[in-house]
């Protein structure tokens, strides 16, 4: 069975930073693109960022780059989100996913605040 | 960035009507656009990708239409796991972008 597990979240001071993991089992992780989507409260889904199978691309949303960085161990199955300079804006529940959206994490909730 | 146009927002219908779901976007995306759903307490979960493909497991009383700008994704003969809130996405182009929604709730 496909499983995506995150973890990681909580609740952040604005600046400072926070690092999401999502470990992912049932599959060959190295075999597919991952990404990264969110959703803040009461809204709607929002695309994140995205890593190639191999690591060798990676491709984020304006207001994050610079900022987040997603990483993956394909030797451990493992996808990550490194979030900095974190802002109030980013409060959200953090998704993982498979490439083509046909797997997805039960999210990890990302709180902002001072 | 590609601008999806999800409608209607809000969808009030009764088991067993069919509805739709329109999906808009702002320039042509071919056909790279999915449809999910989401539901409380479980995964969100791919229905249709590639436009009208439908994703193993998705039942065949949904459809999906539709190529370059205008999408749509067709429910028949609703069922009451069904009333959920429905995604598109297009994965034509970096950035992704979904649009805003739909949720269908029982009449």
């Known amino acids: 069975e496909v499983q995506l597990v995150e973890s990681g979240g909580g609740l952040v001071q604005p600046g400072r930073s926070m690092k999401l993991s999502c470990a992912a089992s049932?599959?060959?992780?190295?075999?597919?693109?991952m990404a990264w989507v969110c959703q803040a409260p009461k809204k709607g889904l929002e695309w994140v960022a995205t890593i190639s199978y191999d690591g060798s691309s990676t491709y984020y949303r304006d207001s994050v780059k610079g900022r987040f960085t997603i990483s993956r161990d394909n030797a451990k199955s493992t996808l990550y989100l490194q979030m900095d300079s974190l802002r109030s804006e980013d409060t959200a529940t953090y998704y993982c996913a498979r490439g083509p959206g046909d797997a997805w994490g039960q999210g990890a909730s990302v709180t902002v605040s001072s | 960035d590609v601008q999806m146009t999800q409608s209607p927002s809000y969808l009030a219908a009764s088991p067993g009507e069919s509805v739709s779901i329109s999906c808009k976007a702002s320039?042509?995306?071919?056909?790279?656009l999915a449809w999910y759903q989401e539901k409380p307490g479980k995964t969100n979960k791919l229905l249709i990708y590639s436009g009208s493909t439908l994703q193993s497991g998705t039942p065949s009383r949904f459809s999906g239409s539709g190529s370059g700008t205008d999408f749509t994704l067709t429910i028949r003969s609703l069922e009451p796991e069904d009333f959920a809130v429905y995604y598109c996405?297009?994965?034509?182009?970096?950035?992704?972008?979904f649009g805003s929604g739909t949720k269908l709730e029982i009449k």
């Open positions: 996405q297009q994965h034509n182009e970096y950035p992704l972008t």
């Open positions: 320039k042509s995306i071919n056909t790279y």
């Open positions: 049932g599959f060959t992780f190295n075999n597919y693109d």
